[in-house]
T-cell receptor, first 114, second 113 residues
Framework: EAQVTQNPRYLITVTGKKLTVTCSQN?????MSWYRQDPGLGLRQIYY???????DKGDVPEGYKVSRKEKRNFPLILESPSPNQTSLYFC?????????????FGSGTRLTVV | DQQVKQNSPSLSVQEGRISILNCDYT??????FLWYKKYPAEGPTFLIS?????DKNEDGRFTVFLNKSAKHLSLHIVPSQPGDSAVYFC????????????FGTGTSLTVIP
């Protein structure tokens, strides 16, 4: 089954403790991206990658890191999480130029930073 | 600056009636417009799209209308069913920004049986 897999689905952590949210896709997509969803703000892009070793900032990159060492994986790293990073996170992927069909999204990771 | 806006956070409709969800955008360079549907505890899923060269696209009970002069698109669901209750996001992209999609804030649709 074609899918984007995120782990973990739920995570509670303490301020300052480094964490990684993994994302993997099995569709050989070039493009991958991370979004966060917050009430009243919709989906905001954190980082994206158009291919291996190519990453770029989205609209809200502060406090996050990403890497794209392999085509299928695009982990999101929070080096020193803070409570304002409590949010619902989605990983997404698509072929390049997928204007008509958009992204395939993962099921989401609910992160709480206390 | 929000390039894609959904001004109605929520909408309630009786089962069998029409649901109309609206979306406005500011960038005249957008080439594709999409609607996504999101259930709780799931990721958004693609619903329907429209190219900027068209003014209407239909898929079963779902129709998207595009008014480029007004920079407005709408999603019509006819007839509405309780299973349509979800959050709907509109999104837009421009060819010159590659795969970048800009999302609205979402409209929560409740279809009342």
């Amino acid at each position: 089954e074609a899918q984007v897999t995120q782990n973990p689905r739920y995570l509670i952590t303490v301020t300052g403790k480094k964490l990684t949210v993994t994302c993997s896709q099995n569709m050989n997509h070039e493009y991958m991206s991370w979004y966060r969803q917050d009430p009243g703000l919709g989906l905001r892009q954190i980082y994206y990658s158009m291919n291996v070793e190519v990453t770029d900032k989205g609209d809200v990159p502060e406090g996050y890191k990403v890497s794209r060492k392999e085509k299928r994986n695009f982990p999101l790293i929070l080096e020193s999480p803070s409570p304002n990073q409590t949010s619902l996170y989605f990983c997404a992927s698509s072929p390049l130029g997928a204007g008509e069909y958009g992204y395939t999204f993962g099921s989401g990771t609910r992160l709480t930073v206390v | 600056d929000q390039q894609v806006k959904q001004n109605s956070p929520s909408l309630s409709v009786q089962e069998g009636r029409i649901s109309i969800l609206n979306c406005d955008y500011t960038n005249s360079m957008f080439d594709y417009f999409l609607w996504y549907k999101k259930y709780p505890a799931e990721g958004p899923t693609f619903l329907i799209s429209i190219s900027s060269i068209k003014d209407k696209n239909e898929d079963g009970r779902f129709t998207v209308f595009l008014n480029k002069s007004a920079k407005h698109l709408s999603l019509h669901i006819v007839p509405s069913q309780p299973g349509d209750s979800a959050v709907y996001f509109c999104a837009a992209s421009a060819l010159d920004t590659g795969n970048q999609f800009y999302f609205g804030t979402g409209t929560s649709l409740t279809v009342i049986p």
